[in-house]
């Protein structure tokens, strides 16, 4: 099944390089008209963005996952993390 969307990206604020690897991943990713960037703190303000997210890019470790599942869990978005934790389970 393909999706059609939005590229949401997720970032977790308290690791420095985070949310600069999370802004030019949605530059390549096509820009502001067809990305979303969240902080993982706020990802729950996306919900209804996620509906029509086709993928999300988590840029963190594994807390960043965790939050960012409960939103896109339900509509069924797949997630790519990008692991910039310490221990990366």
Same mark, same amino acid.
Request: aromatic content about 4%; glycine content about 14%; hydrophobic content about 45%.
């Given at each position: 099944?393909? $999706?059609? *969307?939005?590229? *949401?990206?997720?970032?977790?604020?308290?690791?420095?390089?985070?949310?600069?690897?999370?802004?030019?991943?949605? $530059? =390549?990713?096509?820009?502001?008209?067809?990305?979303?960037?969240?902080?993982?703190?706020?990802?729950?303000?996306?919900?209804?963005?996620? =509906?029509?997210?086709?993928? &999300?890019?988590?840029? *963190?470790?594994?807390?960043?996952?965790? $939050?960012?599942?409960?939103?896109?869990?339900?509509?069924?978005?797949?997630?790519?993390? &990008?692991?910039?934790? $310490?221990? *990366?389970?």
């Amino acid at each position: 099944m393909s $999706r059609e *969307g939005l590229v *949401g990206i997720v970032f977790n604020p308290r690791v420095a390089e985070a949310r600069g690897l999370a802004e030019a991943i949605a $530059r =390549k990713a096509g820009g502001e008209a067809s990305t979303w960037v969240a902080s993982a703190t706020e990802v729950d303000l996306f919900e209804e963005a996620m =509906k029509l997210t086709r993928i &999300v890019v988590t840029v *963190g470790g594994d807390g960043t996952i965790l $939050r960012t599942v409960r939103v896109a869990g339900p509509p069924g978005v797949p997630i790519l993390g &990008v692991n910039l934790g $310490r221990v *990366g389970f």
